[in-house]
């Protein structure tokens, strides 16, 4: 257990490559999540021309489908992930979909924590999951 939480903290410091080697981060962080009993599957994640965001900018979406993809495995157990990028009128749109467990509905409890929704809006713009 201490491994484990050391590891996590380790891996939440660690250093996130942006600028011209980004897309390389982007790819190794979403290809780790994916394994015998997980497809990943992205798309244009190689059509985004990933040196135009900004240090910070490149932060917030690592640290963002990270937190997404820790989810899918460690709560939603998803077979299948989709991950989209699009860049429309200069705005990188990210969408992300899995297979995973949702809402029990006849209990109304959410089976996936999720904290997102608030616009961050120091990367010039809102940034919405």
Request: charged letters at 20%; one cysteine or more; glycine letters at 4%.
């Amino acid at each position: 257990h201490i491994y484990q939480t050391t590891r996590e903290i380790s891996h939440q410091n660690a250093t996130i490559r942006t600028g011209m080697v980004f897309k390389d981060e982007l790819s190794t962080l979403i290809s780790s999540y994916q394994h015998q009993n997980t497809s990943i599957i992205t798309k244009g994640i190689h059509t985004i021309d990933w040196s135009k965001l900004d240090d910070i900018s490149c932060v917030v979406v690592h640290r963002s489908l990270k937190e997404l993809l820790v989810n899918m495995k460690k709560h939603a157990k998803a077979s299948l992930v989709s991950i989209q990028f699009e860049n429309q009128k200069n705005k990188l749109l990210i969408f992300y979909t899995d297979n995973g467990m949702g809402i029990d509905q006849k209990k109304n409890i959410w089976h996936r924590p999720y904290e997102y929704g608030k616009p961050y809006s120091f990367i010039r713009g809102p940034f919405y999951l």
